[in-house]
């Protein structure tokens, strides 16, 4: 069984100030985590990914991640916030098992960037 | 662009019609899954093929039916629609069933009347 919990439903930053958006997962195997980032309208697009590589995980658009076995965490992060961000965020983890089962999404973090 | 492409974009219609909803994967991608949006339920799962059968369902509504062709792409097929039925429907692909990211359609929203 495997569950994601993204801790904040809302974050508001202002421009060129960092951006942190929490997750917390919890997986019986070797996770795989993901972050997407959903526009207004759009559909969901790949910001990064954790693949049991490299632990701290560098994604598109300056964005990043670490992942945290000990913590069971995976935050997204990015050092200075852009209006482009404003966007809906979620986290995702998946086990190498695949299948619908094995995906599980997050409710979603709102992101709302003040200028 | 994710390769992923949904027709038709916006789609209007009233209550206990029928639509149907296409779904292009990437090129090579042997799976589809199909997902439903809305503002109370959030993103929910709907239900997954894998070149053309059926292996995974989700909190799918009888109402609702799915299939994937010989040539991969999918149609979500949704009847006796209601005003809750009112969403995002978002398909997404990926090469096979194991671990890995999925790549997202731009969605069809269905306005139910």
């Known amino acids: 069984a495997q569950s994601v919990t993204q801790l904040d439903s809302h974050v508001s930053v202002s421009e060129g100030t960092p951006v942190l958006l929490r997750c917390n997962y919890s997986?019986?195997?070797?996770?795989?985590l993901f972050w997407y980032v959903q526009h207004p309208n759009k559909g969901l697009q790949l910001l990064l990914k954790?693949?049991?590589?490299?632990?701290l995980v560098k994604g598109i658009n300056g964005f990043e991640a670490e992942f945290k076995k000990s913590e069971t965490s995976f935050h997204l992060t990015k050092p200075s916030a852009h209006m482009s961000d404003a966007a809906e965020y979620f986290c995702?983890?998946?086990?190498?098992?695949?299948?619908?089962?094995?995906?599980?999404f997050g409710k979603g973090t709102h992101l709302i960037i003040q200028p | 662009d994710s390769g992923v492409t949904q027709t038709p974009k916006h789609l209007i219609t009233a209550t206990g019609q029928r639509v149907t909803l296409r779904c292009s994967p990437r090129s090579g991608d042997l799976s589809v899954y199909w997902y439903q949006q809305s503002l109370d339920q959030g993103l929910q799962f709907l239900i997954q093929y894998y070149n053309g059968e059926e292996r995974a369902k989700g909190n799918i509504l009888e109402r609702f039916s799915a299939q994937q062709f010989p040539d991969l792409h999918s149609e979500l097929n949704l009847s006796s629609l209601e005003l809750g039925d009112s969403a995002l429907y978002f398909c997404?692909?990926?090469?096979?069933?194991?671990?890995?990211?999925?790549?997202f359609g731009e969605g069809s929203r269905l306005t139910v009347l």
């Open positions: 997986s019986s195997y070797s996770p795989s």
């Open positions: 995702v983890v998946t086990h190498s098992g695949g299948g619908a089962d094995g995906l599980t």
């Open positions: 997404a692909s990926k090469p096979g069933q194991g671990g890995g990211e999925l790549f």
């Open positions: 954790y693949t049991s590589a490299a632990t």
